[in-house]
């Protein structure tokens, strides 16, 4: 390994890529390898598709041996779906009420491989699927499947979709997947994606959370401005397993089996219901307590009350890695003076945070151990990376550490001595940082262990904490907003919902730097400036090589780490509930219903 | 009561709910939150998307432009849709309003049924035993918040004994008597306690009322008549006493429309009070704005019909 420990160049990246086609490591330890890195699971399975080695089928799982006779399904979403078109979901809780009905072409399970649902096979360069050049994709489309209302399902809807989510006018949240693609028809049954720059991470359009595809013959009239005067968005009619009974939004999605799914045996229940409401607490009791319901989504709960409630034996919990990431941010700018009605501004220093003695000190200081174990406990793992890193695929090169000797020792060389008050300074500046997150109670904890190592380190910590609705709001008038990041350190999650990290690692890049003149729409919130950085990064969008590629997406989380633009705290994954009986594949990289088809409950 | 005086009471009402609309508009357009928060948080939805949708939903526009829109589409009927499932927000009233009406209906009910007999009972044997038994529980009852009693409920009666469901479906499959003692199940909880909670407090209220007619001189002269105590109870108490009390219940009427948050909220109870607490959640300010506006409108209506009622009720009050 070079520099730093986790750096990982281009030509180490072709030798495991090799080793993995002559079969001398598994792809298993391929994955674990770039997750190490900071890569994601989809993304590193996408790397060995486009050098020729086949995805891996996930083992199926499903035991029941005809279609339906499995009674009612009852889950939890304590924040109910309230809309039922994918291509407008705001959250997942929308895009998993809706995969109910609607289906993408392929899903991601939780290994990062793909796995076909509405296409017949996963594309891929044996067959010539998957262009060489990394400029286009064709899929082949399953045959004899029709939507609910009994009319066939094609590749012009697939089109249709592409069309749909592109329209500015519509206003799809999906538009970023479909916007710099073209889509083509080939047969009925084909379909051609082609992309202007080869693009190693193919599989974004029609594939998971934002690849549902939505029937052409009922949205046809709707589209663009008058998408929301179409029927269909409160009645789908999709080609998935349950088919629409009724809805009422942020309450109750029901359904009932499709007779006719194309997939053997499937589905397994009869009918389901998916009720929306209430808290997550009252959620989990529902599910491992007492049982009423047999699952239950997203619990936000502290780890402890998890444990207590599993003790009844009646529920599990299911934790899935994925790309969520709480981290501390340091401000690169002065957030204390106002220029031209605009705090922490382009141009101006930060007055202490600019030295990278204290940054460094900073990281140190860091309990990330105790956060995982007093705070989160199974529900996340602390970790040094910026792009996500799972436990068991932990690399023993990553390292964090704590240690409040080292800090005193790098702060003492610096310069920063202590004051008759405890608190170090230097030219008359003291380090004193304000430190804000949203109201939630892990977060106080996390402050509060970070305070008090601080403090022992002559550091003073002002916590502020701002009501979620208030600090994730893009409300230009508010000060205490994290776009605007009006203070020294911040703590919040930033989520990785699309497998590549390209648009994840866009958050650090110059011209992304959140200001007044952007309205703080720019997602780089430290407004941390690098030439090396941007130049790496464009590198890799103009990069025709995938391994290259990739190496560049490892070097970029190396540079985020080791220049401390943030400190990482920990990977939170995604936690749910599930009755014992239950069967269900969870995946952190698609939704939680991503595997509704194979759902089960044991007799 | 003349008739003049009515026109007058309603010609009133225009302006006062004409100020709630422009006091109600200003403070959410004032309120910090954007209903599109979540999408500028994922990295995965271009910022366009949601400019793009602040614009098309007028929200960029200046407060009095959006107020003058919002009047004039609700002059027509048009309540406007929500930001977050881009319906209607009249469909969206009305499918919670059903559930509202029955839960918080029946919990009414059930605490006029309670407070009634207990006020009245305690009121004429104040300081006996039952009065104070009565009062105790009273106080005990009010002074309990129905989040505490709700999550007790819960706890003793789904989970230790297994015996009622936490969560209340609109959905129940069943048909038929099994049904009705599904739905009777369901809806124990929730009634409960917001009946007992409210109810507790209209003992207190019932119970003073009947205290101030029970010495007064008509009520002794008609004892003095030979007339039977239950006869002098019914006739002549409870009736005088009631007048009050009517007014205090005509008042609470809007209540039943506008749900009860918290209790909805733990038992998941569909109805306009969870509505409100996820389209606050969500910062969707047309039915946050139109749930409330609706609610004013019921208030400044029914304080107009317990004017009238007390004016019926007791002629000796005249209104000019």
């Known amino acids: ?603 | 009561m003349s008739r003049q005086y009515i026109i007058r009471r309603i010609l009133l009402m225009i302006p006062s709910i004409f100020g709630i609309s422009v006091v109600l508009f200003s403070v959410l357009a004032l309120a910090p939150g954007d209903p599109f928060s979540e999408l500028a948080a994922n990295p995965a939805i271009p910022p366009e998307v949601a400019a793009s949708l602040r614009a098309k939903f007028g929200l960029d526009d200046p407060v009095w432009t959006r107020y003058y829109h919002w009047l004039l589409a609700m002059l027509q009927g048009d309540w406007g849709f929500s930001f977050a499932s881009r319906i209607n927000v009249e469909t969206l009233i009305l499918q919670r309003l059903p559930t509202t009406l029955i839960v918080i209906g029946a919990a009414q009910l059930l605490a006029i049924l309670v407070a009634l007999p207990v006020g009245v009972l305690a009121g004429t044997r104040p300081y006996s035993i039952f009065d104070q038994i009565a009062n105790t529980l009273a106080f005990v009852g009010f002074s309990l918040p129905t989040f505490f009693t709700g999550l007790l409920l819960i706890l003793v009666f789904s989970v230790q004994l297994d015996w009622l469901p936490m969560v209340y479906r609109t959905d129940l499959s069943a048909t038929g008597w099994q049904w009705y003692w599904e739905q009777f199940k369901q809806s124990i909880m929730p009634i409960a306690v917001l009946g007992l909670f409210q109810g507790a407090s209209l003992v207190r209220y019932v119970r003073s009322a009947v205290l101030d007619v029970v010495r007064l001189d008509y009520v002794t002269t008609a004892r003095s008549k030979g007339i039977g105590e239950r006869a002098v109870v019914i006739r002549h108490i409870v009736r005088t006493a009631l007048i009050p009390v009517v007014t205090l219940v005509a008042l609470q009427m809007p209540v039943i429309f506008g749900g009860a948050l918290v209790t909805e909220q733990i038992f998941r109870v569909p109805g306009i009070g969870s509505l409100l607490i996820s389209a606050m959640q969500s910062n969707d300010t047309p039915v946050v704005m139109a749930v409330t506006f609706v609610l004013s409108c019921l208030v400044v209506f029914f304080n107009f019909i317990a004017d009238i009622l007390y004016g019926w009720l007791d002629p000796r009050i005249s209104y000019r």
């Open chain 1, 1 to 603: 390994m070079a520099k730093k420990g986790y750096a990982m160049n281009e030509r180490e990246l072709r030798g495991l890529i090799d080793s993995v086609k002559t079969g001398r490591l598994s792809r298993r330890g391929f994955v674990r390898r770039m997750l190490a890195v900071g890569l994601t699971a989809p993304m590193a399975t996408q790397l060995l598709a486009i050098s020729g080695v086949a995805m891996a089928q996930s083992p199926s799982t499903y035991k029941p041996t005809k279609r339906g006779g499995g009674g009612h399904l009852k889950v939890l979403w304590w924040q109910g779906a309230t809309l039922l078109n994918p291509h407008f979901a705001v959250g997942t809780k929308d895009q998993d009420g809706s995969r109910f009905f609607y289906e993408p072409l392929a899903g991601w399970d939780a290994n990062g491989n793909l796995k076909p649902v509405l296409a017949e096979s996963i594309p891929g360069r044996e067959d010539g699927t998957l262009a060489a050049d990394g400029k286009s994709v064709t899929w082949k489309l399953r045959k004899g499947v029709t939507w609910h209302d009994g009319k066939p399902f094609t590749a012009d809807d697939v089109v249709f979709n592409w069309e749909y989510a592109r329209d500015p006018a519509a206003a799809a949240t999906t538009s970023a997947t479909y916007k710099d693609v073209k889509v083509e028809k080939v047969d009925d049954h084909t379909v051609k994606v082609l992309f202007d720059q080869p693009t190693p991470f193919w599989a974004l359009a029609f594939v998971g959370a934002q690849g549902m595809i939505i029937p052409k013959h009922l949205y046809a009239d709707y589209m663009g401005a008058k998408s929301r005067d179409a029927p269909a968005n409160l009645k789908p009619v999709g080609t998935g397993p349950y088919m629409f009974k009724d809805f009422k939004p942020g309450d109750m999605v029901q359904g009932v089996i499709n007779p006719k799914y194309y997939m053997e045996n499937r589905p397994y229940f009869d009918s389901f219901e998916m009720k929306g409401g209430g808290d997550a607490v009252s959620a989990a009791r529902a599910v491992l307590q007492t049982g009423e319901y047999d699952f239950a989504w997203n619990m936000q709960v502290e780890d402890e009350i998890l444990l207590r409630l599993e003790k009844g034996g009646k529920g599990k919990v299911s934790i899935s890695p994925g790309g969520n990431i709480e981290h501390i941010q340091l401000n690169t700018t002065d957030p204390w003076t106002e220029v031209d009605g605009e705090r922490a501004r382009l141009g101006t220093k930060h007055p202490t945070l600019s030295d990278p003695a204290v940054r460094e000190a900073l990281t140190l200081l860091v309990d990330k151990d105790s956060v995982e174990k007093y705070i989160y406990g199974r529900t996340g793992n602390a970790t040094a990376n910026f792009v996500n890193n799972p436990e068991k695929f932990r690399s023993k090169n990553t390292k964090f550490e704590f240690n409040v000797d080292k800090a005193n020792a790098v702060l003492d060389k610096a310069g920063w001595n202590k004051g008759g008050d405890g608190i170090r300074e230097k030219d008359g500046k003291k380090l004193k940082f304000v430190y804000q997150t949203s109201i939630n109670q892990p977060r106080q904890k996390t402050q509060a262990i970070v305070k008090q190592a601080c403090q022992k380190a002559g550091i003073d910590i002002e916590v502020k904490a701002v009501t979620a609705s208030v600090f994730f709001s893009s409300d230009v008038a508010n000060p205490d907003t994290y776009t605007k990041f009006y203070c020294d350190l911040q703590m919040y999650t930033t989520t990785m919902t699309q497998p590549d990290p390209e648009l994840f690692m866009k958050q650090c890049l110059t011209e992304e730097q959140a200001t007044k003149a952007n309205k703080w729409q720019g997602r780089n919130i430290t407004r941390w400036s690098s030439k090396e950085y941007d130049d790496n990064f464009k590198a890799g969008q103009a990069e025709l090589d995938p391994v290259k590629r990739a190496a560049i997406f490892i070097k970029a989380n190396d540079l985020v780490i080791t220049n401390q633009v943030v400190i990482p705290v920990i990977a939170r994954h995604a936690v749910q509930a599930m009755t014992t009986k239950l069967h269900a594949n969870m995946s952190g990289w698609d939704n939680n219903t991503w595997d509704i088809q194979d759902w089960f409950k044991e007799a």
